[in-house]
């Protein structure tokens, strides 16, 4: 079983429209949660992290946690072209600081 | 640039050449990780480091992998007799604490090319 699964994808949704990606873990000792952004041929940039239960929202992205459901979500509205990317979502463990990756989601927003 | 700095971004090496790559954290960041990406697979953790000192290699391939981050200077992967195999992309990322609370940063990474 994989530690961290997200929704398998390819995603595709037009422009302006809701892209909704989804993970689940299976540690339930896993303290934090965070998305990157990944482009073709680049390296992951850190979008959102999330520690605690509910919804944390920056600008156009609203992060979901539910620990109970051990569930990861990034819902990303009003989605634009320039969003187009591999979204990976990300677990930190019970210690230290390493972070177990999901396969990551490709998203398109297409014009 | 305050960001994390990797170099080479391209190295190409023979079989069973030594790989050299070098990784300096962001400013003000004293923790160390590398990931490895092969192609079309997710980001795999390798290795953690603090100055001086290893926290958790448990990611590390048992031979010929090796890594240090000393007082002085970058952290540095090292990865001996390379093999086709090793042709991936090797991210090292940063973060200011090593909880597992710790926001991590990655770096524009280094991608080897084993001929």
């Known amino acids: 079983q994989k530690e961290v699964e997200q929704n398998s994808g390819p995603l595709s949704v037009p422009e302006g429209a809701i892209a909704s990606l989804n993970c689940t873990y299976s540690?339930?000792?896993?303290?934090?949660f965070f998305w990157y952004r990944q482009y073709s041929g680049k390296s992951p940039e850190l979008i959102m992290s999330?520690?605690?239960?509910g919804d944390k929202e920056d600008g156009r992205f609203t992060a979901q946690l539910n620990k109970a459901s051990q569930y990861v979500s990034l819902l990303i509205r009003d989605s634009q072209p320039s969003d187009s990317a591999t979204y990976l979502c990300?677990?930190?463990?019970?210690?230290?600081?390493?972070?177990?990756f999901g396969q990551g989601t490709i998203l398109t927003v297409h014009p | 640039n305050a960001g994390v700095m990797q170099n080479p971004r391209h190295l190409v090496r023979r079989r069973g050449q030594e790989a050299r790559l070098r990784c300096s954290p962001m400013?003000?960041?004293?923790?160390v990780y590398w990931y490895r990406q092969l192609p079309e697979e997710g980001l795999k953790f390798m290795v953690y480091?603090?100055?001086?000192?290893?926290?958790?290699e448990s990611g590390m391939p048992k031979e010929r992998f090796s890594a240090e981050f000393p007082k002085e200077g970058p952290s540095i992967l090292r990865i001996q007799q390379v093999v086709r195999g090793d042709s991936a992309a090797y991210f090292c990322?940063?973060?200011?604490?090593?909880?597992?609370?710790?926001?991590?940063?990655f770096g524009p990474g280094t991608r080897l090319l084993v001929l």
């Open positions: 999330i520690y605690s239960n």
């Open positions: 480091l603090q100055k001086e000192n290893i926290i958790d």
């Open positions: 400013k003000g960041h004293s923790h």
């Open positions: 540690d339930r000792g896993s303290q934090s």
């Open positions: 990322a940063s973060s200011a604490g090593g909880q597992a609370t710790g926001a991590q940063y």
């Open positions: 990300a677990g930190g463990g019970t210690s230290y600081g390493k972070l177990t």
